[in-house]
């Protein structure tokens, strides 16, 4: 099973600042298949990036997916007041499917 | 526009089987290539996959819940359903349910997601 790392678990952020999450996996993703989710209070989690680094119809540019083999980054280039929210990985290379811990993305 | 939509009892005793359903609308499951599966989430934790099954019955499960989980479809009323036997406090969690992204391809991302439903093991 492979085991995916979310760092750091928390972070306080302004409107307007350029943030990176990082995941780490315990072993090499098959063909980078790994996913970014972002979940509000309340919600189910809503698909981000795809395929490490292509976004999910309707996202928005300011977030980009990066990496490959056991390092992946999530980057929001710019905070918009609706990102503050907790961020997810999730890796599809193998069985079986597995999240990361999450990242939360607190206003400060 | 597919939508999922999740349904079961909130409330549940220690060792009962946990029964969910979610039905799917504005698509079809028999006629999609998709795999269908359940995550759940505890309160205040992570996600975790619990299982995925296409329109033919093939399903695939997480290890960690193989032994006490069983995923069923119903094609004709366009649903799925999750089965977890002898529940405990550990269960509780919120349920969802979603689609799997790919031709027949169970290991994949998720897109769409169901609202979830939380399900609390309690005597």
């Known amino acids: 099973e492979i085991v995916l790392t979310q760092s750091p678990g928390t972070l306080a952020l302004s409107p307007g600042e350029r943030v990176t999450l990082s995941c780490r996996a315990s072993?090499?993703?098959?063909?980078?298949?790994l996913a970014w989710y972002q979940q509000k209070r309340g919600q189910a989690p809503r698909l981000l990036i795809y395929d490490a680094s292509s976004r999910a119809t309707g996202i928005p540019d300011r977030f980009s997916g990066g990496g490959s083999g056991t390092d992946f980054s999530l980057t929001i280039a710019r905070l918009e007041p609706e990102d503050f929210a907790v961020y997810y990985c999730q890796q599809y290379g193998s069985a079986p499917l597995t999240f990361g811990g999450g990242t939360k993305v607190d206003i400060k | 526009q597919l939508q999922l939509q999740e349904s079961g009892p909130g409330l549940m005793k220690p060792s009962e089987t946990l029964s969910l359903t979610c039905t799917v609308s504005?698509?079809?499951?028999?006629?999609?290539?998709?795999?269908w599966g359940w995550i759940r989430q505890p309160p205040g934790k992570g996600l975790e996959w619990i299982g995925s099954?296409?329109?033919?019955?093939?399903?695939y499960y997480n290890p960690s819940l193989k032994s006490r989980v069983s995923i069923s479809v119903d094609a004709s009323k366009n649903l799925f359903s999750l089965n977890l036997s002898s529940v405990t406090a550990a269960d509780t969690a919120v349920y969802y349910c979603a689609r799997l992204n790919g031709d027949y391809d169970p290991h994949n991302y998720f897109d769409p997601w169901g609202q979830g439903t939380l399900v609390t093991v309690s005597s």
């Open positions: 072993q090499s993703v098959s063909s980078n298949y």
């Open positions: 504005g698509g079809s499951i028999s006629s999609s290539f998709h795999y």
């Open positions: 099954i296409y329109s033919s019955g093939s399903t």
